[in-house]
């Protein structure tokens, strides 16, 4: 079982900052990607930013400048910063990681990318 769940959502005023945090739990053998999504009312969930377990990290062209990720591999744990934000920022934000885990009564090992229940980031003067 893992399990992925995400904090530090909130309400910021415009050129506010705020930081998200991730974290993975359970029988983990390893975390590759993880990454922070986001998603309006109505719209597709999109990809904000990730990074793979060597440091690589992917922007989308909005956030490029304003945002950081970054990862504590030793607590499977994805960090989202978040500065200059903009009413346009709004939106739940989602954290995935792509993980192998131990498949339970057996020994063998399962890759599969779990989905956190997502945060509300709200940016509004």
């Known amino acids: 079982q893992v399990q992925v769940a995400e904090s530090g959502g909130g309400l910021v005023q415009p050129g506010g900052s705020l930081r998200l945090s991730c974290a993975a739990s359970?029988?983990?053998?390893?975390?590759?990607?993880m990454g922070w999504y986001r998603q309006t009312p109505g719209e597709q969930r999109v990809l904000v930013a990730s990074?793979?377990?060597?440091?690589?990290?992917n922007y989308a062209d909005s956030v490029k400048g304003r945002f950081a990720i970054s990862r504590d591999s030793a607590k499977n744990t994805v960090y989202l910063q978040m500065n200059s934000l903009k009413p346009e920022d709004t939106a739940v934000y989602f954290c995935?990681?792509?993980?192998?885990?131990?498949?339970?009564?057996?020994?063998?090992?399962?890759?599969?990318?779990?989905w956190g229940q997502g945060t509300q980031v709200t940016v509004s003067s």
């Open positions: 995935n990681a792509d993980v192998l885990s131990r498949i339970p009564s057996t020994t063998g090992f399962a890759r599969n990318t779990y």
């Open positions: 990074i793979t377990s060597t440091g690589t990290t």
């Open positions: 359970g029988t983990i053998a390893a975390v590759y990607a």
